[in-house]
């Protein structure tokens, strides 16, 4: 059984690479690669700092996804 902070933890990946990374919101790729670690969302919220510190944040809720795409850019 999955409890809720399995949920969290594996909606929210936090990386290092890409630099400067403006809050954006994204659909997957069309292909599924951005699916492959088992993330099964709408979309994801994603941003990174001046040292490259990133976060991504997967999005299940098409709702709650629409309601982000109003406030940042979407692609
Ligand atoms: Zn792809």
Not at 4 to 26: A, C, H, M, S, Y
């Amino acid at each position: 059984m999955t409890n809720k902070e399995d949920i969290v933890l594996k909606n929210q990946i936090t990386w290092v690479g890409e630099v400067n990374r403006p809050l954006t919101l994204f659909r997957p790729c069309e292909c599924g690669c951005d699916l492959r670690y088992g993330n099964t969302g709408v979309g994801f919220l994603t941003a990174s700092d001046p040292q490259g510190n990133g976060f991504t944040i997967w999005i299940e809720s098409e709702e709650v996804f629409q309601g982000l795409a109003r406030e940042v850019e979407e692609y």
